[in-house]
């Protein structure tokens, strides 16, 4: 696929392996012209939220927002231990977490328009840094009082921020967001409702008809069928 969509060859089709043209796909978004252009969409994809809810809850952010802090802190924390770990040359998890974070980053800025879901690798290691985050700054209190104190807010917070956000979900979300975009209307809806004026005209989709499949729960070798 690889060879077939950036060199624009034809579609190699046999009855035991099929390597398709696409319309459209995301090796095709690489640029270095988006990169100053995506800086404040990949800060609110990490940190908050982006355009589609399916994708993440504004109230909630993409982590919850007592996270946001913590995993600044934890990054910042992480940049000093891998700059450490390079000058001892020395094998460090957080050295590699830090790598993983900044190749990340690197994409992020070089995609289209970057969101939740094109992201969603950089999660599970934004979770490393918030730990992190939260580790140096309970390491960093003096007092044995003080850190049960913040241990004890802290834990309560994000007790509180997952019974907020459980509850949501399982009652209000679905009321709330429906219909989601991309999903609400399938594209036999809308041909069924535009019908009378649409007559015997032929209709033409976008790449986005992958979403009938979605829409109406076909499964691949059905959706090949649709005409």
């Not at 975009?181 to 036999?188: H, I, K, P, R, V």
Request: aromatic share 16%; glycine share 8%.
């Amino acid at each position: 696929m690889l060879a077939i969509n950036p060199f624009d060859l034809p579609e190699i089709a046999t009855a035991y392996i099929t390597i398709p043209k696409l319309l459209g796909y995301r090796g095709a978004e690489v640029s270095f012209r988006n990169a100053i252009n995506n800086i404040p969409s990949l800060v609110q994809a990490f940190f908050f939220y982006d355009d589609w809810r399916y994708n993440s809850v504004p109230t909630w952010f993409s982590m919850y927002p007592v996270s946001v802090p913590f995993a600044v802190a934890g990054m910042a924390q992480g940049g000093r231990e891998t700059l450490e770990a390079v000058r001892k040359k020395k094998w460090s998890v957080t050295a590699l977490a830090f790598f993983w974070l900044t190749a990340q980053i690197g994409m992020g800025l070089l995609i289209e328009l970057p969101n939740v879901n094109k992201m969603n690798g950089v999660y599970f290691i934004l979770v490393y840094f918030t730990v992190l985050g939260i580790k140096k700054c309970w390491n960093g209190l003096k007092s044995a009082k003080g850190k049960r104190i913040s241990a004890v807010c802290v834990s309560g917070l994000y007790v509180l921020f997952a019974a907020g956000f459980v509850k949501y979900y399982f009652t209000d979300y679905t009321e709330d967001t429906t219909p989601l975009s991309l999903f609400g209307d399938t594209y036999a809806d809308i041909l069924e409702e535009w019908d009378p004026v649409i007559g015997d005209k032929p209709v033409y989709v976008d790449c986005g008809y992958a979403y009938y499949a979605l829409g109406e729960g076909l499964s691949p070798m059905e959706f090949q069928l649709v005409e």
